[in-house]
């Protein structure tokens, strides 16, 4: 690098002149950097923003120290139209999926000072594989950690309901591979009914992550309204499926105490996601279908068991019937025996108290007329006919002297007929 000839001639402009402008020292700056960054060279950064404006991409790049995480460098960059069109063609469907805040890249840069902007990388180039590589070194660290951490099975050794009918989703609201989960659950051909809540979370781009995260917080809360969780996307490249890579979404995911069932769209490929989900499946399409065929299976074995106990019921039904029909002859003979036996003794024992009650009635029809015979003999007149009077005072029968008041009438009472009289003394 030729660093030499500018500073001589600014050591000999501030000798002679003692200050300079900010526009001469500006050029001078733009002459050293020129002459020592003739050719294009290549660079290792993250991307932290990213604008694109008319065709034209303007980038805020970042270098972080490894240990600490914080900022040890930054610049701004830019790819102008005519080389973004370069890109585009060369990287094809990577160049959105490279080309995204917080990305790490390798790129092709010609370092730039003018006088008036400053400092500027202009961007000639980008290597996909050093970003997919990078990607993929993350991508181990974070299964390796997870692994560490004795969590990578955690949720699929959670039990899976027979029954998935209330299910919280977590996706873009706008994710195409959404609108194939809903329709996929509403059209099936058994009248099967969800109840779909959606947890609306960016799924690819920087914001994903903490957004995915925050939104899986939000259903543990809420835990025993649903059955599981469902994590959808539809479909990319392996690095606009970065975000499903993230440390603290797989950690989440660990921590969740409802089974996630993961269909991010890719054909080979599995993300972090998918690794630490209870089931893992390629599309959203196979998630609903998953679901669907899991009612299917439950019903299956309702109907299987229903049917089952019929069978046996009828078995059983036809064995108690066949019993109560032999026991029914069997008590029909025994009764039909009990009760002709019962008639002899109910006719003997009538026979008996029949001829019972006729002495009975004889014997009481003689006492009663001796009875009668006894007290005709003893009757009140005969009685008086005999020579027997009796005496009444105010209506009282007089039985004792002693019961008589003096100078008080009295009858005496005879067989024919009563004498009234006054006792004096």
């Not at 995204?100 to 006088?115: C, T, Y």
């Not at 769209?265 to 499946?281: A, Q």
């Not at 299976?297 to 029909?325: A, G, H, P």
Request: charged share 25%; with cysteine; hydrophobic share 40%.
């Amino acid at each position: 690098m030729h660093f030499d000839a500018p500073f001589l001639v600014l050591h000999k402009l501030n000798h002679r002149l003692k200050a300079f402008s900010l526009y001469e020292l500006n050029e001078y700056v733009k002459r050293v950097i020129a002459l020592n960054f003739e050719e294009p060279l290549w660079i290792k950064c993250e991307i932290s923003q990213l604008n694109e404006t008319r065709g034209n991409y303007y980038l805020e790049l970042i270098e972080k120290d490894e240990a600490t995480g914080n900022v040890i460098a930054k610049s701004s960059a830019a790819i102008w139209y005519k080389s973004a069109l370069f890109i585009k063609k060369k990287l094809g469907d990577l160049f959105h999926s490279v080309l995204q805040a917080g990305s790490e890249v390798k790129l092709k840069v010609q370092v730039e000072f003018h006088e008036q902007y400053g400092f500027k990388l202009v961007i000639e180039d980008i290597d996909a594989e050093y970003t997919i590589g990078q990607h993929e070194l993350s991508k181990r660290k974070t299964y390796e950690k997870l692994q560490k951490e004795g969590v990578l099975n955690n949720n699929e050794e959670l039990s899976l309901k027979s029954v998935n009918q209330n299910i919280a989703i977590v996706s873009s609201k706008r994710a195409a591979g959404l609108q194939d989960f809903i329709a996929q659950l509403e059209n099936n051909q058994y009248g099967y009914m969800f109840g779909l809540s959606l947890f609306d979370s960016a799924v690819q781009g920087q914001k994903a992550s903490a957004e995915i995260v925050s939104s899986l917080q939000l259903i543990e809360e809420h835990r025993d309204k649903y059955d599981c969780v469902v994590i959808i996307r539809g479909g990319g490249s392996k690095m606009d499926l970065a975000a499903f890579d993230s440390y603290d979404i797989a950690k989440q995911i660990t921590q969740m105490s409802l089974p996630v069932i993961s269909g991010i769209g890719h054909d080979i490929d599995n993300t972090i996601t998918d690794i630490v989900s209870h089931t893992s499946l390629k599309t959203p399409t196979a998630v609903a279908d998953f679901l669907i065929e899991n009612l299917v299976d439950f019903e299956s074995q309702v109907l299987t068991t229903f049917s089952q106990i019929e069978q046996l019921s009828k078995t059983i039904i036809s064995k108690q019937r066949y019993d109560l029909d032999a026991a029914e002859q069997y008590l029909n003979t025994v009764l039909s025996k009990k009760v002709i036996a019962e008639q002899n003794k109910l006719s003997l024992a009538a026979n008996q108290i029949k001829h019972l009650v006729n002495n009975t009635f004889s014997k009481q029809k003689s006492f009663l007329n001796m009875a009668e015979k006894v007290l005709h003999g003893y009757s009140f007149d005969k009685v008086l006919k005999r020579g027997f009077s009796y005496t009444t005072q105010e209506g009282n029968i007089i039985t004792k002297k002693s019961d008589l008041a003096l100078n008080k009438a009295i009858t005496i009472h005879y067989f024919d007929g009563n004498i009234n009289t006054k006792i004096d003394e």
